[in-house]
């Protein structure tokens, strides 16, 4: 079936660095996608979204890059700080063709020493 | 705002009893999921729902049933817990394709 998944599941940086997240997708239909981080305890929430016929979005402090080629996104982060802990979703709005399926990946864990 | 709202937040239950997860919105959205979250593992969709009396299965709905008698409320019915069905408990709205909002989720443990 298809299926939005996570490369790594946990990320460790330094305060200060760029983090990079990656997703893989399975759909080659898929024509949108949005990042969302939760924080521990809480429920997710929309960081920056994608459609198909963009290569590239920033919104502040983040930049998410889509290649179709390969079926991969990715989530940067600039100057990552303590506050960017968090668990990081990538969501594929339209699962399995469906318009109002909402499906997650596995999702990748975030922690910024300082 | 009040935005997406769960009730409880945390319960306990024994093996076999049965209890209802609440969710409401007052965003007026349409469309409305409940997810699973285990520990360090990922959202899994259990049911949705696309409008007041219309609901499908998601990902693992064995376990779960729910209604959607209204726009503003989508509660989640356990009927005879188990622990499998110990998790944390996500309700979320959407008005469309895009962003989802999300309740402060209902810790559930089964005992």
């Known amino acids: 079936g298809e299926s939005v998944g996570l490369h790594l599941p946990t990320l460790s940086v330094q305060e200060g660095d760029n983090s990079i997240i990656n997703c893989a997708y399975s759909n080659s239909a898929s024509d949108y996608f949005i990042w969302y981080k939760q924080e521990s305890g809480k429920g997710p929430q929309f960081i920056i979204d994608?459609?198909?016929?963009?290569d590239k979005r920033q919104g502040q402090r983040v930049t998410v890059l889509l290649n179709k080629t390969v079926k991969h996104l990715s989530l940067q982060i600039a100057a990552t700080q303590p506050g960017d802990s968090a668990v990081y979703f990538c969501?594929?709005?339209?699962?399995?063709?469906?318009?109002?399926?909402?499906?997650f990946g596995k999702g990748t864990l975030l922690t910024v020493n300082p | 705002n009040a935005g997406v709202t769960q009730t409880p937040k945390f319960r306990i239950l024994k093996i076999g009893q049965s209890m209802t997860l609440q969710c409401t919105q007052d965003?007026?959205?349409?469309?409305m999921y409940w997810y699973r979250q285990d520990p360090g593992m990922g959202l899994k969709l259990i049911y949705y729902s696309v409008g007041a009396g219309i609901t499908d299965k998601g990902e693992v709905p064995n376990g779960y049933n729910v209604s959607r008698s209204t726009t503003e409320d989508f509660p989640l019915r356990l009927e005879l817990a188990a622990p499998s069905q110990t998790s944390v408990y996500f309700c979320?709205?959407?008005?469309?394709?895009?962003?989802?909002?999300f309740g402060q989720g209902t810790r559930l443990t089964v005992v």
């Open positions: 979320a709205s959407r008005k469309d394709r895009r962003e989802a909002f």
């Open positions: 969501a594929e709005p339209n699962s399995g063709g469906s318009n109002y399926k909402l499906t």
């Open positions: 965003m007026n959205h349409n469309y």
């Open positions: 994608i459609r198909s016929n963009m």
